[in-house]
Each structure stands twice: as structure tokens, then as C-alpha cells.
């Protein structure tokens, strides 16, 4: 990674309509799990085939989402890849001024939203075979509040700095070869006002 950016934001329609493809979302996130992986391994994760994972690799490339990676091992036959910053940002206020713009940034949204609907559905079916400390670890929650816009911005951004601290000393421990009793966490928000 090049360290310029901890997060790219998204500004663009091509890119937005880039990472708004399916496969192409699970893909950018596998890799952002992983930090280092070839097409061979991310299809074996998101279950399609290898040629055309290559192929959604080199569009998400394209938009500078990822990057070619440094070879992991000596098998120079493999192209291995990298997120190309730390992850990606995509704010409402960037596709608001063409209905065009605003319906592709919705189009994604959706599309984000259902794949992790679908992610927090997998572990409900499944949280009965995660042990105990994983059982009562977990949260789902919801919370009513009146806030102003700047309120909320804060509260967001505040949300943002406490979980770049976890996810910079999780990163931190496995770069020790600290990695007993660590999984996959998903952190999924949404803050929103609403009229009833």
C-alpha cells in the first residue's frame, strides 16, 4: 500500500459503478480481509471461476481500488493483488447533483446493503456453532435518538476514529504474530433520520 490514503473517496461515477458490481464488492472486500491474495484464492472465497475473477480484478484495478502486489511466494505464474488504500469512502453528497449520479450512488447503496444483510443473516444461522465468548460478543442493537445534522456528523465521525483504533490494534497484533482466537469481524452501521 502506498500510505497516502487511509481511505479513498469515492467522487466518480465510473468508479462507484465499478465497485457496484456484485462479484466485484465481495471481491474488494475478501481482499481488504486478506490484504494479499491471487485470483486462485478469492475464487475459491466468493465461488466463481478463476478467469473471471482475473477479469473483475483487473476492472476494480482500472478504478485504482486495488493494486498488484509484491509475489508471495515463488510461483511467478500468479498475479497477486492489494487494496490500494485502506479502504473506500462514498458520500452522498458526491452523486447529488445529476439524477444519473444520484441513482447509481442508490443503485450501489442497495447493492451494499443487501450483501451485508446477507452476511448478518449467515451468522444468525449459524452463531449457534460459535462458542460461547463469540455468542455473547456479538451485537445487534438499535437506537432512537433526536439529533441535529451536526450531531450526527459527530456522532458518525467518532463511530469512524473507535473502530480504525480496533481495526489498527488488531492489524497491529497479527503483524506480532499475535492471530490465537482472531476471526473476521463485521462492523456494519447505519445512522439515518427518519420521519414517523
Same mark, same amino acid.
Given at each position: 500500500?502506498?500510505? $497516502?490514503? *487511509?481511505? *479513498?473517496? @469515492? &467522487?466518480?461515477?465510473? &468508479? /462507484? $459503478? =465499478?465497485?457496484? #458490481?456484485?462479484?466485484?464488492?465481495? /471481491?474488494?472486500?475478501?481482499?481488504? /480481509?486478506?490484504?494479499?491474495?491471487?485470483?486462485? %484464492? /478469492?475464487?475459491?472465497?466468493?465461488?466463481?471461476?478463476?478467469?473471471?475473477?482475473?477479469? #473483475?480484478? !483487473? $476492472?476494480? =484495478?482500472? #478504478?485504482?481500488? @486495488?493494486?498488484? =502486489?509484491?509475489?508471495?511466494?515463488?510461483?511467478? *505464474? %500468479? !498475479?497477486?493483488? *492489494?487494496?490500494?488504500?485502506?479502504?473506500?469512502e462514498i458520500r452522498d453528497a458526491d452523486f447529488r447533483d445529476a439524477p444519473e449520479k444520484a441513482a447509481a450512488h442508490t443503485a450501489a447503496s442497495r447493492l451494499f446493503f443487501e450483501q451485508r444483510a446477507a452476511m448478518y443473516r449467515s451468522f444468525l444461522d449459524e452463531r449457534i456453532a460459535w462458542d460461547d465468548a463469540w455468542a455473547t460478543a456479538h451485537e445487534s442493537s438499535e437506537s432512537m435518538m433526536r439529533l441535529t445534522a451536526a450531531e450526527l456528523t459527530g456522532l458518525v465521525g467518532e463511530m469512524r476514529d473507535l473502530l480504525r483504533r480496533y481495526e489498527a490494534r488488531g492489524r497491529a497484533a497479527e503483524e506480532a504474530g499475535d492471530t490465537e482466537g482472531r476471526e473476521n469481524v463485521a462492523v456494519h452501521t447505519y445512522a439515518f433520520p427518519f420521519r414517523n
Open positions: 500500500m502506498t500510505g $497516502k490514503e *487511509r481511505d *479513498r473517496r @469515492i &467522487t466518480d461515477l465510473g &468508479t /462507484l $459503478k =465499478a465497485l457496484a #458490481h456484485p462479484v466485484r464488492a465481495q /471481491l474488494y472486500r475478501e481482499l481488504s /480481509l486478506r490484504r494479499v491474495a491471487t485470483a486462485s %484464492q /478469492l475464487a475459491e472465497q466468493v465461488d466463481e471461476a478463476v478467469a473471471l475473477v482475473s477479469y #473483475h480484478l !483487473r $476492472k476494480l =484495478a482500472e #478504478h485504482g481500488l @486495488i493494486e498488484e =502486489a509484491e509475489a508471495q511466494d515463488t510461483d511467478g *505464474r %500468479q !498475479r497477486w493483488w *492489494r487494496p490500494a488504500t485502506d479502504g473506500v
